[in-house]
């Protein structure tokens, strides 16, 4: 089995930082893309950040130059640096993955941590 377990999620003041991370964990052969979404309450969930294993990344315009993403091959973690934090940021953040788990038989799968609450206040 593969997890995703996410961290540092919390309340902060508008204006103010936060650091999110995930760390893969299970049975896995390679890591390919990584990356985080938001929900904020009664919106669809959307694309924040997102990395590949060569370290390309796509950020949903609006949020380029406040979020960067980065991610520890080594760790099998992404990370999520989110400066100038806005009311609008408001939303459970969630890791998402696309690994290859298995041992002698591969399978690819699309993976979803259980999400962290950032608050931001005004």
């Known amino acids: 089995q593969v997890q995703l377990v996410e961290s540092g999620g919390g309340l902060v003041q508008a204006g103010g930082s936060l650091r999110l991370s995930c760390a893969a964990s299970g049975s896995i052969f390679s890591i390919n893309a990584m990356g985080w979404y938001r929900q904020a309450p009664g919106k669809q969930r959307e694309l924040v950040a997102r990395i590949t294993s060569g370290g390309i990344t796509d950020y949903t315009d609006y949020m380029k130059g406040r979020f960067t993403v980065s991610r520890d091959n080594a760790k099998n973690a992404v990370y999520l640096q989110m400066n100038s934090l806005k009311p609008e940021d408001t939303a459970v953040y969630y890791c998402?993955?696309?690994?290859?788990?298995?041992?002698?038989?591969?399978?690819?799968?699309?993976?979803w941590g259980q999400g962290t609450q950032v608050t931001v206040s005004s």
């Open positions: 998402n993955a696309d690994i290859t788990r298995g041992v002698s038989a591969l399978y690819r799968n699309n993976y």
